[in-house]
């Protein structure tokens, strides 16, 4: 039976020479490797940083604690923030284990992401805004955010903004790269995403001191923050300004308290070999959405099928049910996977579906209709660079068989 995934990653000879490379160079913890790849993605991005973590969920936490010791931010632990309920847990978990509060507003029914009038409604119903610090949108699916709003907003109220970038590289918003258009961003290269590297995140940002202080999180708040260490060139600056201690060693001189978000070189090396595809997989995605909306457009009085915007990075094919009560996500999700097609669902309402938010379920209850709805109807396949025109033409062929058109 022939088998579509949500994701592939392919091993060529290109991958397995870059991790030889990293091998034969001896050196597998953070090094030259990892500094080429931010150096590539920054540029990509568009913004003049980028500091790699462990993972995508790393990379937000460390932009999240980076802000709290940000002199000229005014970020404090315990505020709350605005973010979306419809997201992989990770945005919410990593606002939480970093001791902020997350605040829900409900998302735009055919992008899946939140919204300037969302927010605005939210906002000027509160009495307490001045414990508001931060907006945290997520560009779902590679939908991006209005942005120029969300910043107008975040400006009036003197708050920050925040891109959770990780399903969205390559999505292009008024020109500019989402990620480059707020004070920080994250994404992940986990393998599921469209620039893979096994497991990796990473955090831009054009602000200088913010990466430094990022630098330091990663690495358990340490003094260190050179972009390449030359101790073993008998030459550390650190050491050199530092007049305290006479046996002063900055590796092991902690100034903030952070964790251990580093990386390896190997998945920087992979990370590189993406990075020189980015375009070709935006673009193969992208021709995907379009052949799949193409020949599903004769199930759309059943099926709600991606909204297609030809700057958009496509993480996968999001597909909403109309009617619950004619066609069942269970049923239809059940009848592709016994077909061999894979399918996840949209990741669910965080504060009214998700078991470790249940605390919030009564709050939000009836307050997140759109999110709600999707989170119990909506899923999604794949729509990844390496489907072929058959595999495109067999899901199609599959919807209509399952869906009997
Ligand atoms: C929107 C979003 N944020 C954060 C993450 C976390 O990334 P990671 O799995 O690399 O920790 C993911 C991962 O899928 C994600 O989809």
Redesign the pocket.
């Known amino acids: 039976m022939r088998r579509i995934f949500v994701g592939d990653f392919r091993i060529g000879e290109e991958e397995k020479r870059a991790v030889n490379e990293v091998l034969d160079s001896g050196r597998i913890s953070e090094g030259a490797k990892v500094r080429e790849f931010e150096k590539t993605f920054a540029k990509y991005i568009g913004t003049r940083y980028a500091v790699a973590v462990s993972?995508?969920?790393?990379a937000?936490m460390a932009g999240m604690v980076a802000m709290i010791y940000h002199e000229g931010i005014n970020v404090k632990r315990g505020t709350k923030v605005i973010t979306t309920p419809l997201?992989?847990i990770?945005?919410s978990n990593a606002l939480v284990t970093t001791g902020f509060d997350p605040v829900y507003v409900d998302v735009d029914p055919h992008t899946f992401v939140i919204t300037p009038e969302t927010i605005k409604q939210h906002l000027d119903s509160v009495h307490d805004i001045d414990r508001y610090s931060f907006i945290l949108p997520?560009h779902?699916m590679g939908y991006p955010c209005d942005m120029d709003e969300i910043n107008k907003i975040a400006k009036r109220y003197g708050f920050v903004t925040f891109e959770?970038s990780?399903?969205a590289h390559g999505t292009v918003y008024k020109g500019k790269k989402t990620g480059s258009l707020s004070l920080l961003s994250s994404f992940?290269?986990?393998i599921?995403?469209n620039i893979q590297a096994g497991?990796m995140?990473i955090v831009v940002t054009n602000d200088a001191k913010m990466a430094r202080i990022i630098k330091k999180i990663k690495a358990h708040g340490r003094m260190c923050d050179c972009p390449i260490c030359r101790r073993s060139q008998g030459k550390c600056p650190r050491l050199r300004s530092y007049k305290g201690e006479d046996d002063f060693e900055p590796r092991f001189t902690h100034e903030l308290i952070g964790y251990n978000f580093k990386t390896m070189e190997f998945q920087a090396a992979l990370g590189i070999t993406q990075m020189k595809r980015a375009d070709w997989i935006t673009e193969r995605r992208r021709e995907n959405v379009k052949y799949l909306n193409e020949g599903l457009k004769v199930l759309s009085d059943v099926l709600q099928l991606p909204k297609f915007i030809d700057t958009v990075s496509y993480l996968a094919y999001p597909i909403v049910i109309k009617d619950p009560r004619r066609l069942s996500r269970k049923t239809l999700r059940q009848e592709l996977e016994e077909r061999g097609i894979e399918t996840r669902p949209l990741f669910g309402c965080i504060p009214t579906q998700q078991p470790a938010y249940s605390h919030l379920k009564k709050e939000y209850e009836g307050k997140l209709p759109n999110a709600d709805y999707l989170g119990k109807n909506a899923f999604y396949v794949g729509c990844h660079q390496y489907l072929k025109e058959e595999d495109l033409e067999y899901i199609v062929k599959t919807f209509k068989d399952v869906i009997g058109k």
Do not use: C, R
């Open positions: 993972s995508g969920t790393a937000l997201t992989y990770a945005t997520v779902l959770d990780a399903q992940s290269f986990y599921a995403h497991e995140g």
